[in-house]
């Protein structure tokens, strides 16, 4: 049973940096896409990144390109997610999702089919 569990989330100034962490397990991590989407009160659940099983394939939304990197630990069964220059608008639920083989393109939440809980973001000004 495939289970995910973000970790990481905090509250933080505009400007700093946080690092979202998912913890993979009942499956094997490494043939999985993985990714990380973001909800803000009031939005649909959008894609943040995406990134390939052996993690040489990396996708970012427009809106975190430059400042957001997507990293995976194969051996640890773990999903990163480094936060730099944070924004206001970046506050949100943070869920990461698994798609068993390869990515599909982009990041579009009907390609994933296992989410963990999520972790909450929230940067002030």
């Known amino acids: 049973q495939v289970q995910l569990v973000e970790s990481g989330g905090g509250s933080v100034q505009a400007g700093g940096s946080l690092r979202l962490s998912c913890a993979a397990s009942?499956?094997?991590?490494?043939?999985?896409?993985m990714g990380w989407f973001r909800q803000a009160p009031g939005k649909e659940r959008e894609g943040v990144a995406r990134?390939?099983?052996?993690?040489?394939?990396?996708y970012y939304a427009d809106s975190v390109k430059g400042r957001f990197t997507i990293s995976r630990d194969n051996a640890k069964n773990t999903l990163y997610l480094q936060m730099n220059s944070l924004k206001t608008e970046d506050t949100a639920l943070y869920y990461c999702a698994a798609r068993y083989g390869a990515c599909a393109g982009r990041v579009n939440i009907g390609d994933f089919g296992y989410w963990g809980q999520g972790t909450q973001v929230t940067v002030s000004s």
């Open positions: 009942g499956y094997t991590y490494s043939t999985y896409c």
């Open positions: 990134i390939s099983g052996s993690g040489g394939s990396r």
